[in-house]
């Protein structure tokens, strides 16, 4: 069964912010929440990941709610280079097999002029 | 410094031929990955590996077989090639706090 439900896709304007969310109702207290994107058939990229504060990079913000059953992460300001499938993952940190690394089926966003 | 290098980057294989995929990553981790990739879909992944010398099954194992004779290196064989291993193979390695890919190995059945 998953463990994260993302929608399929969504739409963004360009320069506005992009808001992906992302629900995991049955987390476990030591899961951390983990998002990745995939740009046009490259390999996958990290972005944030985070247990139960908020946090942010770089890249994007990551808002975790108080009971930990959903996510959003955040691009402030999309461009069109944001465009690609985002992946919400919900894990064990480190490797090993209670770390895996498992892919759902992300959310598509298209970041339009 | 290179990250993760997979090789070959295109491959042809007749079916019932065998070949291996490499992958190396200079970034002293422990931890290493097998996906592939069938278009439009996530990635499935095939094995891992949580540290030298110790391999697992992951979601999708049947036809292939790994090998992590060293950190440095994880590579995956496919015995006897079917059509339905036409895809694209990503291999990963992992630090404490993210994987870092490689740019994909697009290999085709015929």
Known sequence: DAKTTQPPSMDCAEGRAANLPCNHSTISGNEYVYWYRQIHSQGPQYIIHGLKN????EMAS???TED??????ILPHATLRDTAV????????????QGNLIFGKGTKLSVKP | NAGVTQTPKFQ???TG???TLQCA????HNSMYWYRQDPGMGLRLIYYSASEGTTDKGEVPNGYNVSRLNKREFSLRLESAAPSQTSVYFCASESNTEAFFG???????V
């Open chain 2, 103 to 109: 740019q994909g190995t697009r290999l085709t059945v």
């Open chain 2, 25 to 28: 990553q200079d970034m002293n």
């Open chain 1, 86 to 97: 985002y992946y919400c993952i919900v894990r064990f940190p480190r490797g090993g097999s």
């Open chain 2, 17 to 19: 031929q065998s070949m």
């Open chain 1, 68 to 73: 930990r059953k959903s996510s959003t992460l």
């Open chain 2, 12 to 14: 042809v294989l007749k």
């Open chain 1, 54 to 57: 908020n946090e942010t990079n």
């Open chain 1, 62 to 64: 990551l808002i975790i």
